[in-house]
T-cell receptor, first 112, second 111 residues
Framework: GQSLEQPSEVTAVEGAIVQINCTYQ??????LSWYQQHDGGAPTFLSY????GLEETGRFSSFLSRSDSYGYLLLQELQMKDSASYFC?????????????FGTGTRLKVLA | DTAVSQTPKYLVTQMGNDKSIKCEQN?????MYWYKQDSKKFLKIMFS???????INETVPNRFSPKSPDKAHLNLHINSLELGDSAVYFC??????????FGPGTRLTVT
């Protein structure tokens, strides 16, 4: 089957660095995305990795290791507004059609 | 300058009714999606259309029927609503395989 695992909750203090891990099991893997969702809001795209390595976008970075079926989202200089749920999502192709599978989300709490 | 819009934002209805949710995107994207997010925040893709053509059709009850009159619109019609259909439904569009842009969501409550 296809599945993604991420921690359900992470807590950190303002100014700190936090890493949210995502491991996946899927066939036909194409890439790994990360989305942020505030309570009551819509998911917002953060990053996408198709190749191994680190992608940096401002305070956020995302890493992928295809051989380990593993990725992470790194948030630096945490701010209160970063308190939200973070979802990893795999884009995979099976039988010629692609699909997106989302993880169950990690709730990040940033403390003052 | 709304990118992806959905109507209505809230929908409260009784079991057995039929309802529709509308989605429009003004980003010029070719691909649009419908997602369901349940009370545990699990986000699951339901359908995907590319240039008005259905390309992803997950295992959802056939009470759910998407309709794409043109590239900018993807509507979701639900027949014979059930309690378990209560959720937030998100429409999304994408220009490529990298990212998706989500609408604000429609919170459906079936009583």
């Amino acid at each position: 089957g296809q599945s993604l695992e991420q921690p359900s909750e992470v807590t950190a203090v303002e100014g700190a660095i936090v890493q949210i891990n995502c491991t996946y099991q899927t066939s036909g893997f194409y890439g790994l995305s990360w989305y942020q969702q505030h309570d009551g809001g819509a998911p917002t795209f953060l990053s996408y990795n198709a190749l191994d390595g680190l992608e940096e976008t401002g305070r956020f970075s995302s890493f992928l290791s295809r051989s380990d079926s593993y990725g992470y989202l790194l948030l630096q200089e945490l701010q209160m507004k970063d308190s939200a749920s973070y979802f990893c999502a795999v884009r995979a192709s099976t039988s010629g059609t692609y699909k997106y599978i989302f993880g169950t989300g990690t709730r990040l709490k940033v403390l003052a | 300058d709304t990118a992806v819009s959905q109507t209505p934002k809230y929908l409260v209805t009784q079991m057995g009714n039929d309802k529709s949710i509308k989605c429009e995107q003004n980003l010029g994207h070719d691909t649009m999606y419908w997602y369901k997010q349940d009370s545990k925040k699990f986000l699951k893709i339901m359908f995907s259309y590319n240039n008005k053509e259905l390309i992803i059709n997950e295992t959802v009850p056939n009470r759910f029927s998407p309709k794409s009159p043109d590239k900018a619109h993807l509507n979701l019609h639900i027949n014979s609503l059930e309690l378990g259909d209560s959720a937030v439904y998100f429409c999304a569009s994408s220009p490529s395989t990298r990212e998706q842009y989500f609408g604000p969501g429609t919170r459906l409550t079936v009583t």
